[in-house]
């Protein structure tokens, strides 16, 4: 396969490992597990470290079974560059320790995974300012822009409630403005959608869920579009800014997130996730049109109180992800009606397993309050629109027609 010609998505990502040299013929990036890079000139070892040549320094900072990963993301996203940390939350939190300084002030969706909203929490009792919107609608986001204002961060669709933002138009906002805008991608992926596509400048992705897919290796990472000019950014270092400014912002991330933060993905975890990432496509169509064939019935019985799935029309931002997204995922959350246990309902089912993972080949479900969003409290579940009886699900690759009985079943 050549590296001029466009491919479709799969395509793609099968053959992404052999746009390099592969040791030995190998199909799979093979696993590197050095920690440390010789070299038989001193002097090429310090212009490695120095930034003048390519190369490896130390498996902290990369590691060519983790680059290849990267390469592999970067196509799905089509960015430039990409870095592939331990977790989808250190990713996020790379931006934290790699892009901000004190007194920076952050706007954030407030419909949040958990942690990342702990996250911005922390960061706003370290020094930094976070205004937290309903950013399904640009104009909450332009009323929180300050002139200290770095960054808008949001989530295509919210988990678990799955609130869609105002995407399109909130890159529009954050262009106009010289904003950084950062876009987690996890709920949606890259082959559901691309948030280049809607002018983002990063792109969060946390490769445990869908990318990977299994279950069986965390991981997250961070894509640079290529769209933001980083020359406007004012927390570059000046030892950054020796290099062109296009890479300026993932260089300084590589040092601060990698180097001198620690959250390196390790090479056995990369390897899994990038052969995970090979069925991706194939696995999110099936699990797209199940979960939308479970909303559709369960929001057609009289024992449900309420979905929650951008795939119905009934959905309040239905027609924002009908027009940007493939599909509309995996995930959907409901509410069962008065008077039935969600405890006893998620013990009626026979093949969803209870257990707090997504994206995952097996169907997963959760009560919300009680589980990971318990330690936030009633008041701020309500706030964010999450029912004491809320379950989430992450649908599988099971049979659809399995999915459909054992869902229906369970209501009793």
Known sequence: MTEQKHYGFTTTVLHSDRQKPVEHG?????????????????RELADVFQGKK?????GRQGNPTVSALEDKITRMEDGTATLCFATGMAAIGAIVQGLLRTSDHVVSSSFLFGNT?????????QGMEVSFVDATDVANVERALQPNTRLVFVETIANPRTQ???????????????????????????????PKSVGA???VNALTKSIGGHGNALGGSL?????????????IADNY???????????????????????????????????????????????????????????EDPRV???????????????????????????????????????????????????????????????????IFYEMGRERRASMGIAESLIRVSVGIEDTADLLEDFRQALG
């Open 223 to 235: 894509t640079d579009t290529g769209l933001f000019d980083w020359t406007r950014y004012p927390n």
């Open 305 to 371: 109180a309420r979905v929650h799935y951008p795939g119905l029309p009934s959905h309040p931002q239905h027609e924002i992800a009908a027009s940007l997204f493939r599909a509309f995922g995996g995930l959907f959350s409901f509410e069962l009606a008065d008077g039935i246990d969600c405890f006893d309902y998620l013990n009626r089912l026979q093949i969803a397993v209870p257990a707090s993972n997504l994206g995952d080949t097996r169907t997963l479900v959760i009560p919300v309050a009680h589980t």
């Open 241 to 299: 800014r020796r290099f062109p400014p296009a890479v300026w912002g993932m260089a300084q991330l590589r040092a601060k997130g990698l180097r001198d933060f620690g959250a390196a993905l390790g090479p056995e975890a990369a390897h899994h996730l990038s052969v995970g990432s090979e069925t991706m496509a194939l696995r999110i169509e099936r699990e797209s049109a199940s979960a939308l064939a479970l909303a559709r019935m369960l929001s």
């Open 164 to 194: 869609v933002s105002d995407l399109e138009r909130i890159g529009a906002l954050c262009r106009e403005r010289g904003i950084l805008y950062v876009v987690d991608n996890t709920m949606t992926s890259p082959y559901l959608f691309r």
């Open 54 to 58: 390519p190369g490896y320094r130390y």
């Open 26 to 42: 190998s199909l799979h990036k093979p696993i590197h597990t050095a920690v440390a890079f010789g070299y038989k000139d001193a």
């Open 117 to 125: 909203n702990s996250l911005w929490q922390t960061v706003g009792q």
């Open 201 to 203: 400048s990063l792109v």
